[in-house]
Nanobody, 124 residues
Framework: EVQLVESGGGLVQAGGSLRLSCTAS????????ISWFRQAPGKERELISC???????ISYSNSVGGFTTTSDRAKNTVYLQTNSLRPEDTAVYYC??????????????????WGQGTQVTVSS
């Protein structure tokens, strides 16, 4: 079974940056579309970005700005560069994988795999 592991979270001051990583246990980026999400306490899970396995295109949610998604297929890793962080960006950040799907992924569909999440805390 594929495992996704997020890392790179932590405590950062407002205005700071973090690079989050989502590393897969197998070579899946050619077949699986990877999305980044976040969930703040008491709030719904929010889509941040999606990188498509179909054509490598990247799409971003209109509600989350200032973040950049990249990938390194040789390392089975997708990154989320978070810049100019604000306290309201505090959340658990997750990555998820879905087989053979284009971005953006219909929100009614179920992802095949999820990571355990990495906590990002932004202090004011």
């Amino acid at each position: 079974e594929v495992q996704l592991v997020e890392s790179g979270g932590g405590l950062v001051q407002a205005g700071g940056s973090l690079r989050l990583s989502c590393t897969a246990s197998e070579f899946i980026l050619d077949d699986y579309t990877i999305s980044w999400f976040r969930q703040a306490p008491g709030k719904e899970r929010e889509l941040i970005s999606c990188i498509s396995s179909m054509d490598g295109s990247i799409s971003y949610s209109n509600s989350v700005g200032g973040f950049t998604t990249t990938s390194d297929r040789a390392k089975n890793t997708v990154y989320l560069q978070t810049n100019s962080l604000r306290p309201e960006d505090t959340a658990v950040y997750y990555c998820a994988a879905m087989l053979f799907i284009s971005c953006p992924v219909n929100r009614n569909l179920t992802y095949d795999y999820w990571g355990q999440g990495t906590q990002v805390t932004v202090s004011s």
